[in-house]
């Protein structure tokens, strides 16, 4: 009530989620990734030998491509240590370290201040914002650029996506309470868009003034939206168990495309999995494993063309609906259909709207 922010109550602690990751950004395709770059690129105080420190980095894949682009004095944090690891092999030189303000004057004594801050997918999975903002004024020189990269909750709210709630994301930021957190460290933004990518997301670009920016109280608009993603639950989990239903009751076979974090989340939330006879994955680390929760085997691609699956949900980003399907034609041609459990698609279920 006095910040606004939606946040989990009861977080997962760090350690269990992030000793390693099994994860890695390279395995993701960021479309908005370039436009970021030349973004940072046309910043006229941002010479190719400006620190840059990322936090999460992950494998290093953002900082790479700034050495790509001729950006010479690169550090990444990252606690995973599968994560770190890739990194290293990349030659990104990379802390194995959580983002503390001790870490920060370790980094500081070693690194300096940094001119270029990033985290990127980061903030959202921070139990203790407080300590996080702390350490980011330690490490931030003055006049320093920031870069903050999360998922638009106020997207989720309105499409409605409930894949958006799984348990490593304890922070829910909407573009409002975005800038107040950064506002209250002392970070004046330059800009703050959203792109599309696993749903949509929130990029803020901003400097680092040293002193926090005032900031009104929270609308009731904001905490109103939280409510309404919370009373249209009910109604959203009736509507795809009764459509799923229809599909079972026709004789259809069901699979759903994409054993990832959205997709478990979804299934299990809902309770669709009694519906589903598998989950189909490209990603050979996940095939002849299991969903969480619902148990679902993970099988190979190859699947929908054998026969054994007549209705397919895809559980991709909405931005790789397009190449699963047109990699998949054999699947269509034998009379096939794929349907998008992810905003914002356009093969989202007629029921979406209605709710």
């Excluded at 009530?1 to 760090?14: E, F, K, N, W, Y």
């Excluded at 980094?107 to 990127?120: E, K, P």
């Excluded at 933004?189 to 929270?218: M, N, V």
Aim: aromatic share 10%; charged share 25%.
């Amino acid at each position: 009530r006095s910040c606004g922010l939606s946040q989990l109550v009861d977080p997962i602690p760090p350690e269990r989620l992030y000793s390693n990751y099994h994860w890695l950004s390279a395995w993701k395709w960021n479309p908005h990734a370039d436009g970021l770059l030349n973004r940072i690129e046309a910043m006229p105080d941002l010479g190719r030998d400006a620190r840059v420190l990322e936090v999460g980095s992950n494998d290093g894949s953002f900082l790479l491509d700034l050495r790509k682009r001729g950006y010479s004095n690169l550090l990444g944090l990252e606690p995973a240590e599968d994560a770190r690891s890739a990194a290293e092999a990349n030659g990104i030189r990379t802390l194995s370290e959580y983002f503390t303000r001790e870490t920060a004057q370790t980094i500081v004594q070693s690194f300096g201040q940094c001119d270029l801050f990033v985290a990127r997918q980061v903030i959202e999975h921070v139990p203790d914002l407080r300590e996080f903002g702390e350490a980011m004024r330690v490490v931030l020189r003055p006049g320093a650029r920031v870069l903050v990269e999360v998922p638009d909750f106020g997207f989720n709210q309105a499409a409605p996506d409930y894949s958006a709630m799984w348990e490593e994301h304890v922070n829910h930021f909407t573009q409002e309470t975005l800038a107040r957190y950064l506002g209250g460290l002392g970070i004046a933004l330059d800009e703050c868009y959203t792109e599309q990518f696993s749903g949509q997301i929130l990029i803020a670009f901003g400097r680092y003034t040293g002193a926090p920016l005032p900031s009104s109280d929270p609308t009731p608009e904001l905490t109103a939206g939280a409510r309404r993603f919370r009373d249209r639950w009910p109604g959203f989990q009736k509507a795809i168990l009764e459509y799923l239903a229809e599909e079972r009751r026709a004789g259809r076979r069901i699979a759903v495309y994409g054993a990832g974090c959205r997709s478990s989340t979804l299934i299990n939330f809902t309770g669709i999995g009694e519906y589903l006879d598998c989950a189909v994955d490209d990603q050979i680390e996940k095939q002849g494993r299991y969903m969480p929760g619902s148990h679902l085997a993970v099988v190979p691609g190859d699947a929908l063309e054998d026969g054994a699956v007549d209705t397919c949900l895809l559980a991709v980003n909405a931005e790789n609906e397009d190449a699963v399907i047109a990699r998949r034609s054999a699947f269509v041609e034998r009379g096939g259909r794929f349907v998008s459990l992810h905003p914002p698609s356009p093969r989202l279920p007629a029921f979406w709207t209605e709710i």
